[in-house]
């Protein structure tokens, strides 16, 4: 048990049986009344955000959530397997839990998964991976009308935005939080 005092980024709480990561917080003290805390939540299943204001001091029941790195090894049906890197140990997780992650994750892979009660909940890809372009049009110089950018598939599936000059079997890093392009990766 804390107060919403204690809150701060990547803290699971626990509000109505449900579970929230809260991904902003920020105290206010106005002029005039009692200081709160407001902050924006995610629901670790559902992926939900919502904005919660806290008055201050009040109590909020924190989860205790595990972090490991995990490697994921392959696909088995709907499911993902992980091996826990310290362990050795394989966790078969759900599509439902992988996510948006898997337009990004590569066998062989490092990520942090996060485990609530022998149960892993959330699949955390490093911010950025660095992935192979399969097809892409050749771009046409001049072509401007779209801001400079077309489409590319990667080596995962996964189709993203990138430059005009990108040509097929280029390497890029690509941000696993919005699926942005990066730049080339020089080998």
Not at 87 to 101: K, L, R
Request: proline share 4%; hydrophobic share 35%.
């Amino acid at each position: 048990m804390a107060t919403s005092n204690d809150l701060k980024n990547g803290l699971v709480l626990s509000i109505d049986g449900q579970l929230w990561t809260v991904i902003e917080f920020q105290h206010v003290k106005p002029g005039k009344g009692g200081a709160f805390v407001r902050s924006k939540l995610k629901n670790v299943l559902s992926g939900k955000v919502v904005d919660r204001t806290f008055n201050a001091g009040v109590k909020v029941d924190v989860e205790q959530v595990d972090k490991r790195d995990m490697q994921y090894l392959y696909r088995d049906g709907d499911d993902w397997v992980f091996m826990d890197e310290s362990s050795y140990e394989q966790y078969p997780i759900s599509n439902a839990v992988v996510g948006d992650s898997s337009k990004f994750l590569l066998e062989n892979q490092s990520a942090t998964v996060s485990v609530h009660n022998g149960t892993p909940i959330v699949v955390d890809l490093p911010p950025n991976v660095e992935l192979m372009i399969t097809y892409t049009e050749p771009g046409v110089q001049g072509d401007r009308s779209t801001g400079g950018s077309k489409p590319a598939t990667l080596e995962t599936g996964a189709v993203i935005q990138v430059p005009l000059f990108i040509e097929n079997d280029t390497k890029i890093k690509v941000d696993t939080r919005d699926g942005s392009y990066l730049g080339r990766v020089n080998d």
